[in-house]
């Protein structure tokens, strides 16, 4: 069984985190509190969830919490397509973020997948 950290749905998670934090330390502060905030909090999300459903040993139970990872990302998403129209990311970051939330989109629902199709 490999480990949590060897998922490459989990790496790519914590990229996104990192790659979030980034955004949110060059928010305004006025604006962290609120936009900022909710898109911080939806992108740990992503991971956390990834990591609280490789932990549980019921399928259900995990498939929940990928269900969850997955409603996180498309969170996100509408975070960051806000933070871009009011001009708070540049055009640079906006693609690479965006780029890295469709990856991890693709590789989350076929391992979503994948897990079902073993049962």
């Known amino acids: 069984m490999k ?5 490459e749905i989990y790496q790519i998670a914590l990229e996104l985190s990192e790659m979030g934090w980034s955004i949110f330390q ?3 502060k006025q604006f962290q509190f609120d936009i900022g905030s909710q898109f911080l909090k939806a ?8 990591a609280e459903g490789y932990g549980r040993y019921h ?4 498939m929940k919490f990928y269900y969850n990872a997955r409603g996180s ?3 996100v998403k509408h975070w960051l397509l806000l933070l871009h129209k009011r001009d708070f990311v540049d055009q640079e970051t906006f693609q690479s973020f965006l780029s890295k939330i469709e990856t991890l989109g693709k ?7 994948r897990l079902k199709n073993a049962q």
């Open 3 to 7: 480990k949590l950290g060897d998922l």
């Open 26 to 28: 060059t928010l305004p």
């Open 43 to 50: 992108t740990d999300s992503i991971g956390a969830n990834i």
């Open 59 to 62: 399928y259900k139970d995990s």
């Open 73 to 75: 990302l498309w969170e």
């Open 107 to 113: 590789k989350l629902n076929n391992f979503i997948t």
